[in-house]
């Protein structure tokens, strides 16, 4: 028995092309971390929430999360707004959709007022659904 191994054949055969499969693979990454960092960004925020013992979870993802900071400033959607502008947006909102709902995130060293002019913009644009955000209370 003999075996024979002939150069010519090995230089004939056609090597694979992992080009293609290399770009799909790094586009899906790609895709993949950026909806990961969009899906993180509201929980990022730095926000100190206040604890509640009673209450429940908030509805759905179509929410307009609005941020009140310790010293008074205000994010809606990742952006600093004013008054005025939170008063525009929430307006705009819900002339989209008459049942938009707004979750109101407030650190716990905000000023009471501030978070009452929010909900006071929420009431002056219509809004009829308002959550406030809070961490379940320690020992619970």
């Known amino acids: 028995m003999?075996?024979?191994?002939?150069?010519?054949?090995?230089?004939d055969e056609v090597p694979i092309n992992l080009t293609p499969m290399l770009d799909m693979v790094f586009n899906l990454l790609l895709f993949f971390l950026a909806a990961t960092t969009f899906a993180k960004e509201e929980v990022e925020l730095d926000l100190r929430l206040p604890e509640a013992r009673s209450g429940q979870q908030g509805t759905g993802p179509l929410q307009l999360i609005i941020n009140v900071f310790a010293n008074g400033r205000l994010s809606v959607e990742g952006r600093e707004v004013t008054f005025e502008a939170l008063r525009q947006?929430?307006?705009?909102?819900?002339?989209?959709?008459?049942?938009?709902?707004?979750?109101?995130?407030?650190?716990?060293?905000?000023?009471?007022?501030?978070?009452?002019?929010?909900?006071?913009?929420?009431?002056?644009a219509k809004i009829k659904k308002v959550d406030f955000a809070a961490l379940p209370a320690q020992g619970q």
Do not use: M, P
């Open 89 to 124: 947006k929430l307006e705009a909102a819900c002339a989209r959709n008459r049942e938009q709902a707004v979750l109101i995130r407030g650190d716990r060293q905000a000023q009471f007022g501030v978070g009452l002019q929010v909900l006071d913009a929420c009431r002056l």
């Open 2 to 11: 003999r075996l024979d191994f002939d150069e010519q054949e090995a230089e």
